[in-house]
């Protein structure tokens, strides 16, 4: 199967692991000092809600890495596919794919179907990916109609 376009779309993280590592240690350390001195001021209740901050942070942090996933979209003479962390999401045919783009996102659409891709890149990324897929999409249908 000839492929006219394999793209995979990884959005940017903008901290590593270990510089997430850094902040929550910078701000369980900040936390630290007024949790001492409020504890030894006789205020013991200021630790737990300090560490609670400290913790929901972490899962901020944790949810916003567990979310970033990556896309991919295949056009081949039969089909237009997308995958998220390799499973398949969406599968049109490529004759009757539709592109359309938003300011958000590039959305694919068929007979009342539709999908977004590509809402991790900036806006011109996103207006080139677009160009991209309708001129792929238009060379297998001329390949497979030809």
Known sequence: MVLYMDAEITPARSLSR????????????L??????????????????FLG?????????????????RAERVRV?????????????????????????????????RVSGRRTSVAR???PEERHAFAVALEDAIRAAR???YS
């Open 18 to 29: 270990r510089g997430m590592g850094i902040v929550i240690g910078v701000t369980a350390g």
């Open 31 to 48: 936390a630290l000092i007024p949790a001492v001195v409020f504890t030894a001021i006789g205020a013991p209740l200021v630790l737990p």
């Open 52 to 68: 609670a901050d400290v913790l929901g942070l972490w899962y901020a942090f944790h949810l916003m890495r567990k979310a970033v």
């Open 76 to 108: 081949s003479a039969e089909a237009v596919e997308v995958l998220r962390d390799e499973a398949s999401v969406w599968t049109s045919p490529t004759a009757f794919t539709r592109v359309e783009e938003f300011e958000t996102a590039v959305r694919l």
């Open 120 to 122: 991790a890149l900036s």
């Open 142 to 144: 001329r390949e497979r």
